[in-house]
């Protein structure tokens, strides 16, 4: 069974930065896309930002500009650097992982808390 295991979330006043982190228990050429979701009270879930396994990345309009997704070159880890944050991109943040074959896996889920 695949595992994703996320680190970082926590409490930060508006403007201010985070950078969430992905491990998961899964050979690296078996990674299609890795990204991170977030849902937040009330929402439903929605892509933040995805990295492919060729480098390509796309992002959610909200925090284009503001937030960095990133991979470790030959490892199953992907980072969010979140800058500039806004009281808006206070939710749960979940790790998503697509693999080959296709299969979905998420992380337990992170809480971003920003303060106004």
């Known amino acids: 069974q695949v595992q994703l295991v996320e680190s970082g979330g926590g409490l930060v006043q508006a403007g201010g930065s985070l950078t969430l982190s992905c491990a998961a228990s899964?050979?690296?050429?078996?990674?299609?896309?890795m990204g991170w979701y977030r849902q937040a009270p009330g929402n439903q879930r929605e892509l933040v930002a995805r990295i492919t396994r060729t480098g390509s990345t796309n992002y959610a309009r909200s925090v284009e500009g503001r937030f960095t997704i990133s991979r470790v070159t030959g490892k199953s880890t992907v980072y969010l650097q979140m800058n500039s944050l806004k009281p808006e991109d206070t939710a749960v943040y979940y790790c998503?992982?697509?693999?080959?074959?296709?299969?979905?896996?998420w992380g337990q889920g992170t809480q971003v808390t920003v303060s106004s």
């Open positions: 899964i050979n690296v050429l078996r990674i299609n896309t």
């Open positions: 998503n992982l697509n693999s080959i074959p296709n299969v979905e896996y």
